[in-house]
């Protein structure tokens, strides 16, 4: 990672120009574990003749990761410069220092009601409390980390087809997604949580050919970014997402 930050006055009769560079590299090892189970609500007598999409079933998962270490090289360099003169302020390369990532859970549901709809929840939790980087280091030498606090999102989604068999009546099969989360990010500013929430919709259009199956997915989200008395921003976000499937690499060729 590469940072590099120029100091250009341009209203001052010979004035030099100041640029710090720092680039770091981190390493380390990150690992997740997760876990999901499926509670049907039909016996198997009922589900023999149907499809596994349409059999009523709430599903629960989780996945979660420890404080994770990692390891950083870093190089410093400052400088100040006139027109044609480099005067080197400070310099330092090969910097070995440590960090840590904070723990991480994931919390959710999905239920399916096998016909037409669905429902979810999604809870996260991440403790930034606990992150620390001995590679931010300013040039006056001094840990320039950001203290952070703990995180949190909760989210809730909900999917419906108005009618799955609907085979020619394209809005009738299609997909309509709606939802809403509410974040408590892990900066803060003047002792004051940053807030995130907003709504989101969404549609899904399939294209069904011979043996392929594609969607164009278009989301509009609407939310506000809050810190108390001190910042507010509205953001409207537009999403458009394309998937093309094809089945035909999974057939078997036949030659008379």
């Given at each position: 990672?590469?940072?590099?930050?120029?100091?250009?006055?341009t209203?001052?009769?010979?004035s030099?120009t100041?640029?710090?560079?720092?680039g770091?590299s981190?390493s380390g090892?990150?690992?997740?574990?997760?876990?999901?189970?499926d509670?049907?609500?039909?016996?198997?007598?009922?589900?023999?003749?149907?499809?596994?999409?349409?059999?009523?079933?709430l599903?629960?998962?989780?996945t979660?990761?420890?404080?994770t270490?990692?390891?950083?090289?870093?190089?410093?360099?400052?400088?100040?410069?006139?027109d044609?003169?480099?005067?080197?302020?400070k310099t330092?390369?090969?910097?070995?220092?440590?960090g840590?990532?904070?723990?991480?859970?994931?919390?959710?549901?999905?239920?399916?009601?096998?016909?037409?709809?669905?429902?979810?929840?999604?809870?996260?939790?991440?403790?930034?409390s606990?992150?620390?980087?001995?590679?931010?280091?300013g040039?006056?030498?001094?840990?320039?980390l950001i203290p952070?606090?703990d995180?949190?999102?909760?989210?809730?989604g909900?999917?419906?087809?108005p009618?799955?068999?609907?085979?020619r009546k394209?809005?009738?099969?299609?997909?309509y997604?709606?939802?809403?989360?509410?974040?408590?990010?892990?900066?803060v500013?003047s002792?004051?949580?940053?807030?995130?929430y907003g709504?989101t919709?969404?549609?899904?259009?399939?294209?069904?050919?011979?043996?392929?199956?594609?969607?164009?997915?278009?989301g509009?989200?609407?939310?506000?970014?809050?810190?108390?008395?001190?910042?507010?921003?509205n953001?409207l976000?537009?999403?458009?997402?394309l998937?093309?499937?094809?089945n035909q690499?999974?057939?078997k060729?036949?030659y008379?």
């Amino acid at each position: 990672i590469k940072n590099e930050i120029n100091l250009r006055p341009t209203d001052e009769i010979f004035s030099r120009t100041a640029r710090i560079s720092n680039g770091y590299s981190v390493s380390g090892f990150v690992w997740n574990l997760g876990v999901m189970h499926d509670i049907e609500f039909m016996d198997k007598k009922e589900k023999e003749n149907l499809a596994e999409i349409r059999i009523p079933r709430l599903t629960i998962g989780a996945t979660v990761h420890s404080n994770t270490s990692f390891n950083t090289r870093s190089d410093i360099q400052v400088l100040s410069i006139a027109d044609r003169q480099i005067d080197t302020i400070k310099t330092a390369t090969d910097m070995r220092a440590m960090g840590k990532l904070p723990l991480e859970l994931n919390l959710g549901f999905l239920y399916n009601s096998g016909h037409n709809w669905s429902i979810g929840a999604n809870y996260y939790f991440s403790k930034w409390s606990d992150y620390t980087n001995g590679a931010q280091i300013g040039i006056d030498g001094q840990n320039q980390l950001i203290p952070l606090v703990d995180s949190w999102k909760f989210s809730l989604g909900a999917t419906i087809v108005p009618n799955p068999n609907a085979i020619r009546k394209l809005f009738s099969r299609s997909k309509y997604v709606l939802g809403a989360f509410y974040t408590a990010d892990p900066r803060v500013f003047s002792d004051v949580q940053l807030i995130h929430y907003g709504v989101t919709a969404g549609i899904e259009l399939p294209f069904i050919k011979p043996r392929n199956f594609s969607f164009v997915n278009l989301g509009v989200e609407l939310g506000r970014s809050v810190v108390t008395d001190i910042l507010q921003n509205n953001y409207l976000k537009i999403n458009l997402g394309l998937t093309f499937n094809s089945n035909q690499w999974f057939l078997k060729r036949k030659y008379n």
